[in-house]
C-alpha cells in the first residue's frame, strides 16, 4: 500500500476520528505487529499538537501464554500501578485509538472459564474509572491488516496479497483513497447522518418490531427520552469525534429489559478471539432465555452469563443491506467492520448519550431512565434483505425499513 495513502488514513484517524486537541494527551493502543503504522498515526497526533502519545503495545499470543500458565489469582488481581493508570486517564482524559488488528481465531482454545472468571473479577476495580470518563473523552477504533487475519479473509491469496486486499476494503470502507481528501466525504457522511437521526427523534416511537423469514420476530421497547444517534458524536466539552472508523450505523439503546421474540444472527461474530456462528438468541421479559449456536456455543454461553446485564440488549442499529461494507460482499471477521453490514443489536452496556440531556445526567440516573449497564458490549448481526422493522407511536404504524433497507 502506498504510503502517502497511509499516511492520508494515519491523518483521518488522529483528525476525523479522535480529534486530537492541542495540548491533549494520547494513549494508543495497537499490536506490535503494527509498529510502522502505529508510528505513523502517533507522528500525526504530535502534527496535531498532541502533548505526548504514550503507545500500549499488545501481541496475542503472548496473550495466549498468560490464559494459559498463569494463575487465576495473578489474572484476577488489578496492580496498584495499573489501577493507578487507568485513574491517571480519567483525571487527564487523553484522547484514545484503538488499533485493531488481530486474528479473529487467535484465542481459540484458550480456557474460557478461567478468562471470564478473570474478567469478572478485574472489572469492579476498573469499572468506577470507566464510567468517570464517560463521554468526557475522544476515543476511536480504526484498523490496520494483520497477516493472520488478512488470511483468514481471503485464505485464496498469499500472505502479502491478502494484506494488500484487506488494506485496500479498509480504506474504502473508510473512505480513503488516493483521490480524494477524506475528511471531507467523512463531513457529508456525518450530515447524511444528521438528517437521518432527525427524522427517527421526531417521530418519538414507544416500541419497534423485526421480522424476516430466517425466523427473526421481535419486539423492543424504546426509552421515552431516548434518541437515535449516528456518525460522530460530541463530548461533555463540546469536541467533536468519529468513534468508529468506518460507521454506517444509525442506533439507540432500548429500554432495558423490556423486549421479547427471537433474533437470528445473519453473520459470524468475533469475539475474544474466537468465532460463534449460526446462532439465535430468544428474549422474554426483556432478557436472553433460550439460544443455540451451530459453532462457539461454549462463547456464546459465557458471554451470556457474564452479568446480570449480558442477557439485556444495550443497542438497536440501522444499518441498510446495501450499505457499501455489505455491498463489498467481504466477509472481515471483525465486528468494527461487519457490525456495518447490516442492521445489529448488542448485548451488554448501552449508551448513555441515547439519552436527551445526558450530559446532566450521571451514570445512575441514565441508567434508571432505561440505560442497560453491563461489563459487555458485544454487536451480533441480524440484518437480511428481507428484514422488515416498523415503528409504532400510540398504536400507529410507521415503516422503518423495507427489504433491507430504509423505507423512505
Known sequence: MKKTTLRKYARLI??????????????????????????????????RGASYVRIEWSHQPVTRLNYRYMSLKNLSTVEKWQEEKIKHMSETLPARIYLVSDDPDGLKGVNM??????????????????????????????ACPSEAWAKKVFPE?????????????????????????????????????????????????????????????????????????????????????????????????PMAGRCEGKLVATKPLSSQGQLIENFWIRFEDGKAVEWKAEKGQEVLDRMLNMDEGARKLGEL??????????????????????????????????????????????????????????????DFMIGAPDLKITGYKDGKATPIFVKGGWAE
Not at 480524494?180 to 418519538?204: A, G, I, Q, T, Y
Not at 416511537?205 to 424476516?212: H, I, L, M, N, Q
Not at 420476530?217 to 449516528?230: A, H, Q, S, T, Y
Not at 455491498?327 to 471483525?334: H, K, R
Open 14 to 47: 488522529a483528525g476525523t476520528g479522535a480529534n486530537v486537541q492541542k495540548g491533549q494527551g494520547v494513549v494508543l493502543t495497537a499490536s506490535v505487529d503494527q509498529y510502522e503504522f502505529a508510528t505513523t498515526v502517533a507522528e500525526e497526533c504530535y502534527r
Open 113 to 142: 472459564e478461567k478468562m471470564q472468571k478473570a474478567r469478572m473479577a478485574t472489572y469492579p476495580v476498573l469499572k468506577p474509572y470507566i464510567d468517570a470518563m464517560e463521554n468526557k473523552h475522544q476515543w476511536t477504533i480504526a
Open 157 to 253: 491469496l498469499k500472505k502479502n496479497q491478502a494484506v494488500e486486499e484487506l488494506w485496500k476494503a479498509i480504506l474504502s470502507a473508510c473512505r480513503v483513497t488516493d483521490g480524494n481528501d477524506p475528511e471531507v466525504e467523512w463531513m457529508k457522511h456525518n450530515e447524511s447522518f444528521r438528517r437521518r437521526c432527525e427524522w427517527l427523534n421526531s417521530r418519538r416511537f414507544d416500541y419497534v418490531t423485526y421480522k424476516s423469514k430466517n425466523g427473526t420476530d421481535f419486539k423492543c421497547e424504546l426509552i421515552p427520552v431516548g434518541r437515535w444517534n449516528g456518525g460522530g458524536e460530541t463530548t461533555k466539552s463540546g469536541i467533536f469525534f468519529n468513534p468508529n472508523l468506518p460507521t454506517e450505523e444509525i442506533f439507540t439503546s
Open 317 to 378: 442499529a440501522l444499518i441498510p443491506c446495501d450499505s457499501p461494507i455489505n455491498n463489498s460482499g467481504i466477509l472481515f471477521y471483525e465486528t468494527l467492520f461487519d457490525e456495518n453490514a447490516s442492521c445489529h443489536v448488542a448485548l451488554g452496556r448501552g449508551f448513555n448519550d441515547c439519552i436527551e440531556g445526558f450530559m446532566d445526567k450521571t451514570n445512575e440516573e441514565c441508567q434508571a431512565l432505561g440505560i442497560n449497564d453491563s461489563m459487555i458490549h458485544v
